[in-house]
Structure formats: C-alpha cells, structure tokens
C-alpha cells in the first residue's frame, strides 16, 4: 500500500496500476478517524474493485467559523494501518495547501460546487450554511483527480448523498455512487467519528437518538402514517436534560422534499446536539421508512 500525499503523484499511480491491471478502480472519501463504520465502505471498495483508494483529509471548505475542523481527530497512522489491512491500494492523505491554492488561503474563497438551494439549505444545512457547497466541492475535485469508476458513501451522511447523486447526475462525472447501510454499536448508536468526543455519560444520553428512531420506526410498522406525529414522538423522546434536538423531519427517499403522509419510501432524519463535558457534540442519525 503506498500513501501519496500530492494529486499529481496519485495521478502518476492510478495511471501505473491501471496499465499493469486495466481494470477499475473505487474510491472512499474519508476525514480520517476510521472505525467500522468506514471500514465497511473501504471493505466493499476492495471487494468490488480491482484498484482501491481511500482518501483522508479534514475538508476546511465544509467546516464552519465556529465549528470542529481545527480539533477534528486526525490519526493518519493508525488511519493506514487499518486501510493496509483492509487491502487498500493507496492512501491519498494530502495537506490542505495540496489541495487549495494561494488565492484560498489568501482570500478564503475558491472555486465551488454549489448544488441548489433547496438542497442544501435544510436540515443539517440550516445551520451550517456553506457546508455541502465545501462537501460537493472536495467530492468534485477528489473524483477529477482519481478518474475513480465508483465511489462509496455511507448512509448516515444521507443529506450528503443525496446532494452527491445530484452533483454527479447534474455535471455528468463519469462513475457510480454506490451507498452502504448505516453501521450501528450493539446498543444502536450509530458510528461517527464525533463519537470520540463523548464523555462515557454524553454517550449514554446520545443512545437516545438511535432509540427515538427505533421508536418512530415501530409506530411506521404499526400503521401510524402521519409525519407529525412520528415526528412529535421523535422529538420528545430525543428533549432531555444533556441533549437537544436541533431537528428531526421526514423527507421522501426519492426527492428529499418533506412529506406529510408515508405513502411512499421516506427517510427520517434527526440532528441532536449532545452535551460533553464543557463540548457540544452535533450528531446526526437517520432510518429509512
Ligand atoms: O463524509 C465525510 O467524511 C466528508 O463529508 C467527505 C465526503 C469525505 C468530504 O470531505
């Protein structure tokens, strides 16, 4: 496994392997901080392709003024060890100056991938504005540098990827999205790199997320269609002291517009913000229905 930090040297590489194996080649978007969660993505990537590349790196475009980026967990050794056993070709670990030129850093402004308003500017995008025209745009220029023919994304993030889909359907990328199933601990808590940030107490009080979803699902299973009372159940099961929900609705799976009534495949959707010693914890969580 080689781990390359410049875009040109993993250019150079890709283009080596492919001559040597003429064959495709996957790619798994990452920020580092790998647990199972990435580790089933990068699993597949390696299974459903002949060339395997992970990439690791703390977008500064999608992270807000006030937000984690300067404490967001960066552990690229263990990070590789991990992607090495998995069976991973290349790690792509690049500097931020690797990939954003003087004028960014000079002007805090760059070239971006703005998908449209409607899309980005609810649920997990109300309150951090700008964060998925920063995603769309690492997405952008990770997929123009590695020419990958598919790329693997995960559930949890399924704002994300609904505005991915979009972005490669709109701006013809040449590849496949390929979405992998949600990874949960034993108890349910779904698995996210914040959930380092957890005091063993903050975790406990974040299980409730997972279980409120658990909830609404076995009213939806129960013949209860109406979004507002799944939702009201959410949202009360979630409001206790040390966690409060910054929002829980439910979308259509096909448009990721809100719907009323569950007359078709739906995805709810929750973000809640979990106190951690002196931190706040954001995390978000979701089940199809
Ligand atoms: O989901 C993530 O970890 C990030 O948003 C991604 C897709 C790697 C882009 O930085």
């Known amino acids: 496994m080689k781990i390359i930090h410049k875009p040109d040297d993993l250019r150079c590489e890709i283009e080596k392997l492919k001559n040597a194996k003429d064959c495709s080649s996957g790619l798994v978007p990452t920020m580092g901080a790998l647990h199972d969660g990435h580790l089933s993505l990068i699993k597949r990537c390696v299974n459903e392709n002949n060339i395997s590349i992970v990439s690791i790196f703390v977008n500064p475009t999608q992270f807000g003024p006030n937000e984690d980026y300067a404490k967001y967990p960066r552990t690229l050794e263990a990070d590789s060890v991990l992607c090495e056993k998995a069976g991973v070709d290349i790690v792509f670990a690049p500097a931020p100056e690797d990939i954003y030129d003087e004028y960014y850093f000079k002007h805090k402004e760059t070239t971006l991938i703005c998908p449209p308003y409607d899309t980005v500017n609810k649920l997990c995008g109300k309150s951090r504005p ?3 025209d920063g995603v769309c745009t690492i997405v952008g220029k990770l997929f123009n540098i590695t020419k990958c023919n598919n790329a693997y994304f995960g559930q949890k993030d399924a704002q994300q ?22 990874v949960r601990e034993k108890d349910g808590l779904a698995l ?32 209860i269609k109406e979004a507002d009372t799944l939702i009201d159940t959410v949202l009360a099961y979630i409001d206790k002291p040390g966690i409060e929900a910054e929002y829980a609705e439910i979308v259509s799976l096909e448009t990721f517009e809100k ?19 002196s931190a706040t914890v954001r995390l978000i969580d979701n089940i199809e229905l």
Do not use: W
């Not at 505005?163 to 199933?181: A, G």
């Not at 914040?194 to 013949?223: D, W």
């Not at 959707?269 to 951690?276: D, N, P, Q, R, Y």
């Open 130 to 132: 700008g964060h998925f």
């Open 161 to 182: 990827l609904f505005i991915i889909k979009k972005m490669v359907n709109d701006l013809y990328f040449d590849l496949k999205i390929i979405s992998c199933p949600i």
């Open 192 to 223: 996210s790199s914040r959930n380092t940030y957890l005091t063993p107490e903050a975790r406990q009080t974040a299980l409730n997320i997972s279980q409120a979803l658990f909830k609404a699902e076995e009213l939806f299973n129960k013949g």
């Open 259 to 277: 719907i009323n009534l569950l007359n078709e495949k739906a995805i709810m959707l929750v973000a809640a913000k979990v106190s951690s010693g």
